[in-house]
C-alpha cells in the first residue's frame, strides 16, 4: 500500500521554527522527486520547495528562500522541511508530493499555524 505521511505541524509563535517531516512506502522513493506544496485558508495551492532524488537539485519559492530547508533520506524514505523565522503568512496545510513523471503521490497534510 503506497503511503505518504506527514507530520510535525502545530502552532508556532512568530519568529519560532517547525521541522515537517514526510514518511513514504509501499513505493520506490528513492526514484521519486518530492514537492512540499501549502494552502492557506480560503487560497489556492501554493508550491513550497521541490527536491529531486539525488538532492542535487533544490528550489524554493521566493517568500521562504533563506528560512526554509528541504532534505531527503533515501534510505529511510524521509523527506524534511525545516522552517525558520516563521511568519503569519506561513500559516496553512502543508502537503507532500512524491512524483515521477505522470505519477503523484500526496499525503493527507499537517497543519501549521504561525500566531502569537
Known amino acids: 500500500e503506497v503511503q505518504v505521511v506527514e507530520s510535525g505541524g502545530g502552532l508556532v509563535q512568530p519568529g519560532g521554527s517547525l521541522r515537517l517531516s514526510c514518511a513514504a512506502s509501499?513505493?520506490?522513493?528513492?526514484?521519486?522527486?518530492v514537492n512540499w506544496v501549502r494552502q492557506a485558508p480560503g487560497k489556492g495551492p501554493e508550491w513550497v520547495s521541490y527536491i529531486n532524488k539525488d538532492s542535487d537539485m533544490i528550489y524554493y519559492t521566493d517568500t521562504v528562500k533563506g528560512r526554509f530547508t528541504i532534505s531527503r533520506d533515501n534510505d529511510k524514505k524521509m523527506v524534511y522541511l525545516q522552517m525558520t523565522s516563521l511568519k503569519p503568512g506561513d500559516t496553512a496545510v502543508y502537503y507532500c508530493?512524491?512524483?515521477?513523471?505522470?505519477?503523484?503521490?500526496w499525503g493527507q497534510g499537517t497543519q501549521v499555524t504561525v500566531s502569537s
Open positions: 509501499g513505493f520506490s522513493f528513492r526514484n521519486y522527486a
Open positions: 508530493n512524491a512524483a515521477l513523471i505522470s505519477t503523484n503521490y
